[in-house]
């Protein structure tokens, strides 16, 4: 199985969530360099609020890289470029985040970020995403929900337009 990719969908869908979260997507031409590409391309890349992808870019790639932007208080953003993670607790967390995102793009959903995720090579102690997500993240759903994120009891996302 491939993963999904940016042509897999309609990237309007993307681009209005990332928006609500104060983040712009950029889509760069096919074969063309991806500015802040942590990976390489055709993984997405990072410079301020903005998010760079390709028609070839992993869904689950943008979703984790604007991850690790939405939970930057928006002050800090303009200073990111390429990587921008500071701990090990927010990459944790930008790996649930990152699947509640994907639940909000139609045609995508959690259980493809899941699988996607798990084909990319992520690891986890459990075997799986899912099962990271599902059973062992209870620090990283509190992480998140600190920074008003999401709803631990609930398991999902706070609407960003509150």
């Known amino acids: 199985m491939s993963v999904l990719t940016l042509s897999d969908i309609d990237h309007g869908h993307v681009a209005a969530l ?3 979260y104060g983040l712009q997507l950029v889509h760069v031409d096919d074969g063309a360099p991806i500015p802040g590409s942590y990976w390489g391309e055709p993984e997405a890349g990072l410079v301020g609020a ?16 604007a991850a690790h932007l939405i939970v930057l208080p928006p ?5 990111v470029h390429t ?17 509640l995102l994907g639940d909000a793009i139609p045609g995508v959903g959690a259980a493809r970020v899941f699988a996607d995720m798990d084909a ?3 690891t986890f102690r459990l075997g799986s995403a899912r099962a990271y997500v599902e059973q062992d993240a209870t620090e990283a759903w509190e992480w998140l929900a600190r920074r008003g994120l999401v ?8 609407d960003p337009t509150v």
């Open 83 to 99: 990587d921008a993670t500071d701990s090990v607790a927010e990459e944790d967390a930008v790996c649930v985040l990152q699947s």
């Open 151 to 158: 709803d631990v009891e609930s398991k999902s996302l706070v």
């Open 18 to 20: 990332l928006g609500a």
């Open 75 to 79: 002050e800090k953003r303009s200073a």
């Open 120 to 122: 990319w090579g992520y």
């Open 50 to 65: 903005t998010v760079y992808a390709r028609a070839d870019t992993p869904v689950h790639s943008l979703l984790h890289e």
